[in-house]
């Protein structure tokens, strides 16, 4: 993820990346090289007591996001941070406040609402052509965890915290059926899997970090160790959203689905069913005509869902554009403090964390849990 920001970055008018910091000084030095930036550093206290850098990004494992945005925020520089926003609702509520009294600007990096497509839905629900929400239902897929000697970081809940599937893709779920319909989630009733009680860890990474996430997809070479596994690699849950109703699942271990984030929105005036795999495309049913697929050309789109598409039909837009859109936003509303952030902010992120411990405590309950509001 350090990488996709360093790269959108670039692509952000009137944005410059002063410094990385790694882990380690020579961490900090190859990701440097690689996009020019000149001054790199080891020990974050160099970025925090700069007055001269205005905003930090956050792209490390989730044990460390909120030490790491409390430390910038309180140094009074504005934050974006990768999801999630931190390791409980505790957390996440301090933070939310913590931003709120300094005046600050804090984003979460929800970056999946960017896809043009995705904010047409947004538009055509807010003009009112899919009338009355009454289904929101979807998926995320992928396979990346399907072996027992796949590991990450992810799979280890002191880095990654008490959930893995559901904290990690299940979230741009929720926060997209939010967006998208909105409507709150108030209720839910989860299932949770591990299909894996032990994975191989890889001896190098016996420390935790785990390699990146979607590396080894073909298979592990040298020793591994037999680790106990905490975190679910599926799950499951029924939602209400008021009146309406929902259902998702959200998986590692699905076979040939790489990153298949699917929402579906039915309303009483029609739906809409979007796929991250095909993201230029949406589906419009009808119930008294023939559907429709939706290709995206920003000429044939809501005026206020065009100004997420640069480029002009036939040109596709995709998951790095999906940053730019959400960055650009991100230091318009820091260059001009009267402006209403358009992008999912700290309170997005508190959000997720009460969906979240509503899930686990539903799971383990066995019963219809309350998500606070």
Not at 8 to 14: D, G, I, K, P, T
Not at 121 to 137: D, K, S, Y
Not at 172 to 179: G, I, R, T
Not at 305 to 328: M, N, V
Request: charged share 25%; hydrophobic share 40%.
């Amino acid at each position: 993820m350090g990488r996709v920001h360093l790269e959108a970055l670039r692509r952000v008018e009137n944005v410059d990346v002063v410094e990385v910091v790694g882990t380690s000084l020579e961490k900090a030095k190859a990701a440097g090289a690689g996009y020019n930036v000149l001054n790199v550093t080891g020990d974050l206290k160099d970025v925090i007591h700069d007055p001269s850098i205005d905003a930090v990004h956050i792209t490390t494992p989730n044990a460390s996001h909120f030490m790491i945005a409390k430390a910038a925020l309180e140094a009074g520089k504005h934050v974006l941070c990768e999801k999630p926003l931190a390791m409980s609702v505790a957390q996440a509520l301090e933070l939310t406040n913590l931003v709120a009294a300094k005046k600050l600007r804090g984003g979460l990096c929800h970056n999946l609402r960017y896809y043009p497509m995705v904010q047409q839905i947004r538009r055509m629900r807010e003009a009112g052509e899919l009338g009355e929400i009454l289904v929101v239902q979807g998926t995320y897929s992928q396979d990346w965890m399907l072996f027992e000697s796949d590991w990450n970081w992810r799979v280890d809940p002191k880095v990654s915290g008490p959930s893995r599937v559901m904290a990690d893709i299940g979230s741009h779920f929720f926060d997209m059926a939010e967006y998208l319909s909105g409507l709150k989630v108030t209720d839910v009733c989860s299932d949770l899997q591990i299909f894996h009680p032990t994975r191989k860890q890889p001896v190098v990474n016996s420390s935790g970090e785990g390699g990146e996430s979607f590396t080894r997809k073909l298979g592990v070479a040298g020793e591994t160790v037999d680790t106990q596994v905490v975190t679910e690699d599926f799950g499951a849950t029924l939602f209400r959203m008021g009146k309406a109703r929902g259902t998702m699942t959200a998986s590692q271990v699905s076979a040939g689905r790489k990153n298949r984030l699917v929402m579906e929105i039915y309303g009483t005036k029609g739906g809409v069913s979007w796929c991250q795999e095909r993201p230029e495309e949406l589906w419009l049913g009808h119930r008294n005509a023939p559907n429709q697929i939706l290709l995206k050309d920003p000429s044939l789109l809501h005026e206020q869902a065009q100004g997420f598409a640069d480029y002009p039909g036939g040109h596709a837009e995709g998951y790095p554009d999906t940053f730019k859109q959400l960055f650009r936003r991100f230091y318009a509303s820091i260059a001009d403090p009267s402006l209403t952030p358009d992008y999912p902010q700290m309170a997005d992120g508190l959000r997720q964390m009460k969906i979240l411990d509503a899930e686990l405590v539903s799971h383990k309950s066995r019963a219809w849990v309350s998500v606070p509001a």
